[in-house]
């Protein structure tokens, strides 16, 4: 009888972790990223993926070692990032790569399932980094600290340009560049939290000048104060060499989301657009006459003695009638 009692109370446990696993599955959480380098980098690329590091604090994983196996385009050589990303459950990963060919080079892609899903590849111009983390040979911003972003913080994201409207390849870069940047998608957000904005300008088709800035709250004369940007670095100019779409069967797995929970059914209550939420209460049949009453008022005495005076004159009057007959 104790063996039972004990296992019973492990039952609720079982049952709320199953629950709470299933709730993980179905909702996704933030995208790590992961960044890596490969055998030959120089001062501005390594400067580049320490900036988006420190951008990404908190949900980034970063690996300093020298990767000579990774070729994200070639066949097979996506082996060691699918290994790594399993490794650190990163869904999103940034790889810099230096060559005569293709200098400053970044490869930005996403993952599903710990597959590679999609790939676009970058060159860096005109890196410009942020104070205090850049090296010395490297130009950055100088300003005020005090307006310094947060670590964490939510982001605006800005994309200026009809390029991401009607270009292909800058529509691509687009969503991976939301997809890294964001953070952790959420419903709610304090406006007073937001201090950061990332602004990407299309300056052709080929070409995407991106920069972060610092948001100051500036007196307007009115309840909604003022609102400038400031330029905090990193910035610099990616231009788009190639990409690679996913497969359609990887990209229709990876497109679907978690079915949503129909809401239970509350008995007896009913919307309305105009009136709102409305609802119905039923109430048994009172049986007003077989109720006993405590105590019986004047008013009911009286109405007793009224009905026995009539039922008396009624009686009286029909004996005098039977009488006069």
């Known amino acids: 009888m104790e063996e039972k009692l004990s296992i019973c109370k492990f039952i609720p446990f079982f049952q709320w972790l199953f629950w709470l696993v299933d709730y993980i599955l179905q909702v996704e959480t933030g995208k790590k990223t992961l960044i890596l380098q490969g055998t030959k980098t120089n001062g501005t690329l390594n400067s580049v993926l320490s900036e988006i590091y420190h951008l990404k604090k908190g949900g980034a994983v970063r690996y300093a070692r020298k990767n000579d196996n990774i070729r994200p385009f070639e066949s097979g050589g996506e082996t060691s990032l699918e290994f790594f990303s399993l490794k650190t459950d990163c869904s999103i990963f940034v790889y810099g790569s230096h060559s005569k060919k293709r200098p400053n080079n970044l ?10 899903c999609d790939l676009i590849e970058v060159g860096v111009e005109n890196f410009k980094g942020e104070f205090g983390w850049a090296p010395k040979y490297i130009e950055s911003f100088s300003y005020d600290k005090k307006i310094a972003p947060r670590v964490g913080s939510k982001p605006f994201i800005a994309f200026i340009g009809e390029g991401f409207e009607n270009v292909d390849e800058l529509k691509h870069l687009r969503e991976v560049l939301l997809d890294l940047l964001r953070g952790e998608a959420v419903e709610n957000i304090n406006l007073a939290g937001l201090d950061r904005a990332y602004v990407c300008i299309a300056i052709s088709s080929s070409k995407v000048y991106l920069t972060h800035c610092a948001l100051r709250l500036k007196k307007s004369g009115t309840v909604v104060p003022r609102m400038e940007l400031v330029e905090v670095g990193p910035s610099m100019d990616l231009v788009v060499r190639r990409r690679r779409l996913p497969n359609e ?4 797995e990876a497109m679907k989301t978690a079915k949503d ?14 009136q709102g939420t409305i609802g119905k209460i039923y109430i048994p049949d009172q049986k007003v006459g077989e109720m006993a009453l405590p105590n019986k008022a ?24 039977e009488e006069s007959e």
């Open 107 to 116: 490869v930005i892609g996403r993952m599903y399932d710990h597959r590679v």
């Open 249 to 252: 069967g990887l990209g229709k």
């Open 261 to 274: 929970q129909p809401k239970k059914k509350v008995k007896n209550v009913s919307s309305d657009a105009i």
């Open 298 to 321: 004047k008013g009911v005495k009286r109405e007793g003695r009224e009905a026995k005076n009539k039922e008396a004159n009624e009686h009286a009057s029909k004996k005098q009638k």
